[in-house]
């Protein structure tokens, strides 16, 4: 006899844990959650691979607990040898086991096709079920960006460029990526100084707070200073537990364009005052710093 089998077993909210029994040669083997791998052969010999949480092995000699990346063999004679898998075997048999992975393949095959309805309906269930799922971030990114969703292509490869790096970067979303991001902060912009008044008659977002980028009041070559403190300021800022720093580089670019459209000796504090109110920030953090040649830093 031969053959493969998989089992799944995973625990039914609001009743008891309830073990999955499976009868395999001479005994028993319990899985409460996770995910087995058995290979029967003709000898007869058992093998029997634990992906995910322990399991046990009942049998008339007692029970043996089985932990994940265990292998198990159960040879004619009725012995039971428990050991860990070689990596390469585990890294094989975890990917077939998957049911990513058949679904993955068949989404791929429906966008090779054109079938782009069955190809986003599939990438998006991968995608609710898998979440660091890399195929289905490159993808669905792909498809809003045909639609014309900037904003929401960017998302999607932001999210493939933090699972897969290299592949982002090979396959060129990196860079394609960074011209995206800029191009739909500038569109969110627009739309949001064309809806200022709505936008600041809304009630702030709870604990949000606005990080001007620092303002430098001395020599100029020192200005570039500023980006590299006010950076120094959001990252410490984010350590804080509840608090939501807003986008950084969506807030200067508001500034800028509100910029644009003032004159006056106020134009700096009124322009980042109208920003921080368009984002709907709680909090504005507006700052400056000097540096001087002869008494160090203030």
Do not use: C
Request: aromatic share 6%; hydrophobic share 40%.
């Amino acid at each position: 006899m031969q053959g493969q089998l998989i089992a799944y077993a995973m625990p039914t909210l609001g009743q008891p844990e309830q073990a999955m029994m499976l009868h395999i040669g001479d005994g028993v083997l319990a899985l409460t959650m996770g995910k087995v791998f058995a290979t029967v052969k003709d000898k007869p010999e058992i093998a029997i691979f634990n992906d995910l949480v322990s399991a046990v092995w009942h049998d008339s000699k007692g029970e043996k607990t089985l932990y994940p990346g265990n292998l198990v063999k159960l040879s004619s004679g009725s012995t039971v040898e428990i050991m860990q898998a070689p990596r390469n075997m585990e890294a094989e048999v975890s990917e077939r086991m998957s049911p990513k992975t058949p679904a993955v393949k068949r989404a791929t095959q429906a966008f090779k096709d054109r079938d782009l309805v069955t190809a986003t309906r599939l990438f998006k269930q991968i995608q609710l079920a898998f979440p660091y799922n890399a195929a289905a971030a490159y993808h669905l990114g792909l498809f809003e960006l045909n639609a014309n969703n900037t904003s929401k292509a960017v998302q999607q490869w932001q999210k493939y460029v933090e699972i897969d790096p290299d592949g982002a970067k090979k396959s060129g979303v990196t860079k394609q990526l960074t011209l995206m991001t800029t191009q739909s902060i500038q569109d969110e912009v627009k739309q949001a100084i064309a809806n200022e008044k709505t936008l600041s008659e809304l009630a702030p977002e709870p604990n949000s707070i606005a990080v001007h980028p620092l303002i430098n009041k001395g020599a100029e070559q020192y200005g570039p200073i500023g980006k590299g403190l006010t950076a120094f300021v959001i990252t410490d800022l984010a350590k804080v537990p509840g608090l939501k720093v807003l986008e950084r580089e969506k807030l200067q670019k508001l500034i800028d364009e509100i910029k644009l459209s003032q004159t006056g000796a106020l134009v700096e504090t009124t322009s980042r005052v109208r920003a921080g109110r368009i984002m709907r920030a709680e909090k504005l953090m507006i700052g400056d710093y000097l540096i001087e040649n002869n008494k160090g830093g203030q």
